[in-house]
């Protein structure tokens, strides 16, 4: 299955064999501090920068049944984000994985997310749009 937007996403985790858990890691665009003239223009533009690892959380496919419930979610941190990188992690033996077997994952995200080794995950804007960064 081609995921294309958030509820293909949901569809896909719900049609798996084992239980999923989604894994996320909200980021925020920010400029380094040594960032050249060039930098910061682009970045004013929307270009460039680096994404900062702001929150992460995991949830079954049913507690966040639309990218609307995501957002609202999201909101409850008081976190401003940007981009938000999504993996999943599956059951075993038909029991979902809970959220100290999620802690790992989580982390190992943030990890490559810093590392810039993002082309494992799934990426939303803020604004739902599927985003291709990898």
């Known amino acids: 299955m081609t995921i ?3 509820d293909d996403l949901l569809q896909a985790a719900k049609e798996q064999a084992e239980p999923q858990l989604l894994l ?3 980021t925020k665009a920010e400029l380094p501090e040594d960032a050249t003239e060039i930098e910061k223009e682009n970045f004013a533009q929307g270009l460039g920068g680096t994404l900062t690892p702001v929150v992460c959380v ?9 990218f609307a419930d995501l957002l609202e979610e999201s909101k409850k941190t008081g976190q401003d ?3 938000v990188f999504v993996s999943t992690m599956s059951g075993h033996g038909g029991i ?3 959220s100290d077997q999620a802690e790992q994952p989580l982390q190992m995200m943030v990890q490559a997310i810093q590392a810039g080794g993002i082309g494992s995950f799934l990426a939303f804007s803020n ?3 599927i ?3 990898g």
Do not use: C, H, R, T
Not at 58 to 65: F, I, T
């Open 4 to 6: 294309s937007n958030y």
């Open 58 to 66: 995991d949830k079954s496919p049913e507690e966040l049944s639309s």
């Open 96 to 98: 979902a994985p809970n």
């Open 127 to 129: 604004s739902g749009e």
């Open 24 to 26: 996320f890691v909200f």
């Open 131 to 133: 985003l291709d960064i």
């Open 81 to 83: 984000w940007d981009v």
